[in-house]
């Protein structure tokens, strides 16, 4: 199985920066793009950035500016650098991988590919 672990959550003041790291375990063959999302309770997940296999980027527009993030596919990694935060930022922060597995079956090889999540980070930005 595919394992996800996030770190570099903690309390920050508002203004302040905080980077955040997820790495992968596991059997893959391939990443095809991986994410941050973040939660609040009792609001859905909402996306942050992500990043292809490519280094193509994109960013939420409420985090546009002030987020940065990058990948290491050949690491099976993926950052976030946060700055200017705001007590808006505080959520558990969840890193997403999309993983192409790779399995041997009577007729050949199969890939297959399936979306992978790790167990969160809080983030809190205080007043």
């Known amino acids: 199985q595919v394992n996800l672990v996030e770190s570099g959550g903690g309390l920050v003041p508002a203004g302040g920066s905080l980077s955040l790291s997820c790495a992968a375990s596991?059997?893959?063959?391939?990443?095809?793009?991986m994410a941050w999302y973040r939660q609040t309770p009792g609001q859905s997940r909402e996306y942050v950035a992500g990043t292809t296999s490519r280094g193509y980027t994109d960013y939420g527009d409420s985090v546009k500016g002030r987020f940065t993030i990058s990948g290491d596919i050949n690491r099976a990694s993926v950052y976030l650098q946060m700055s200017s935060l705001t007590p808006e930022d505080t959520a558990v922060y969840y890193c997403?991988?999309?993983?192409?597995?790779?399995?041997?079956?009577?007729?050949?090889?199969?890939?297959?590919?399936?979306?992978?999540w790790g167990q969160g980070t809080q983030v809190t930005v205080s007043s």
């Open positions: 997403k991988m999309n993983v192409v597995i790779r399995r041997s079956t009577p007729t050949g090889l199969m890939d297959s590919s399936n979306d992978y």
């Open positions: 596991g059997s893959m063959f391939k990443i095809n793009n």
